[in-house]
C-alpha cells in the first residue's frame, strides 16, 4: 500500500538535495529544506533558484508554478524544524562521522 506524504524534509541542499527539494515541491510536497548554516541555506536556495529559473526558460515550468513551487518550501538551518516532517531525506556528503551525527540529532527530534 503506497504513503502518501504531505510534509517531507531534506538534509543537504547541494545539487543531490536541492534536486530532491525540487521533485517534492514540484509534486505538491511541502518541504522542509535543512543546511547546516544560513549561508549554506541561502547558496541552496539559490541552486533552487537556478534550476527552476532554467525549467521556466525553457518552458518546462511556468512562471506561476515556479512560486507555488518555491512557497512550498521552507529554509532553514534547525532541524527541529523537520518535527512536524513524515519522512526526512538525507543528502549530506558521503562521510560516516557526518551521518551519524545527522541521525543521532534526528533520533531527538
Known sequence: MARE???VGVIGLGTMGAGIVEVFARNGIDVVAVEVTDEAVEKGRGVLQHSTDRAVSRGKLS???Q????DR???????????????????VPEHLDLKKEIFGRLDTI
Open 73 to 91: 518550501v521552507q529554509f532553514t538551518s534547525d532541524m527541529a524544524d523537520l518535527k512536524e516532517c513524515q519522512l526526512v531525506v538525507e543528502a
Open 5 to 7: 506524504f504531505t510534509k
Open 63 to 65: 512562471a506561476d508554478d
Open 67 to 70: 512560486a507555488a513551487l518555491h
